[in-house]
T-cell receptor, first 113, second 115 residues
Framework: GENVEQHPSTLSVQEGDSAVIKCTYS??????FPWYKQELGKRPQLIID?????GEKKDQRIAVTLNKTAKHFSLHITETQPEDSAVYFCAAFDVSGTYKYIFGTGTRLKVLA | GAVVSQHPSWVICKSGTSVKIECRSLDFQATTMFWYRQFPKQSLMLMATSNEGSKATYEQGVEKDKFLINHASLTLSTLTVTSAHPEDSSFYICSATQAPSETQYFGPGTRLLVL
């Protein structure tokens, strides 16, 4: 089955700096890769996603890149702000096969003011 | 749009009792609902996938007789934790998708504490 690894587990950056979180997946059939932000005690919120026919997607300060050959994808947050502090999860989803999400282990991002 | 509710948000129960958690899609028909469990400082672990009108598909290691899932309609799925024990204490989150989109919408979660 699918396995998703996520690094780093914790990340501290100064306000205004960039943050990068990386994930790798094992199943080449996975074709949809969402990223979620989860604040303490709350539900995960979708912040950006990418499909396997696209290499990069950007939404204001957030971008995601996908390398299908290497089976890894990354989340990039630029000009970080204290409110970006949260736990971020990547996930892989197989639309045509198992039809389920497998989550990465999470990255606790702390933006220092 | 695309709102998912969960009830209750908090539940405390005695060991050995059963607890039912409801997950509802409020403004769309959910062809598939997912149930996750999340322990403190850990990731979301998929427990089961539920399609309306059919039996749920459980992940390896999840006891189907302990975690009963019913998806009776396109807007409601329930998870019943039977004979709960302290180790079942966790944050349970459901999500729903509407075919053909794969975007999942999460409920707010239910925090279960078994004494």
């Amino acid at each position: 089955g699918e396995n998703v690894e996520q690094h780093p587990s914790t990340l501290s950056v100064q306000e205004g700096d960039s943050a990068v979180i990386k994930c790798t997946y094992s199943d080449s059939a996975s074709n949809y890769f969402p990223w979620y932000k989860q604040e303490l005690g709350k539900r995960p919120q979708l912040i950006i996603d990418i499909r396997s026919n696209v290499g990069e997607k950007k939404d204001q300060r957030i971008a995601v890149t996908l390398n299908k050959t290497a089976k890894h994808f990354s989340l990039h947050i630029t000009e970080t702000q204290p409110e970006d502090s949260a736990v971020y999860f990547c996930a892989a989803f197989d639309v045509s096969g198992t039809y389920k999400y497998i989550f990465g282990t999470g990255t606790r991002l702390k933006v220092l003011a | 749009g695309a709102v998912v509710s969960q009830h209750p948000s908090w539940v405390i129960c005695k060991s050995g009792t059963s607890v039912k958690i409801e997950c509802r899609s409020l403004d769309f028909q959910a062809t598939t609902m997912f149930w996750y469990r999340q322990f403190p400082k850990q990731s979301l672990m998929l427990m089961a996938t539920s399609n309306e009108g059919s039996k749920a598909t459980y992940e390896q290691g999840v006891e189907k007789d302990k975690f009963l899932i019913n998806h009776a309609s396109l807007t409601l799925s329930t998870l019943t934790v039977t004979s709960a024990h302290p180790e079942d204490s966790s944050f349970y989150i459901c999500s729903a998708t509407q075919a053909p989109s794969e975007t999942q919408y999460f409920g707010p979660g239910t925090r279960l504490l078994v004494l």
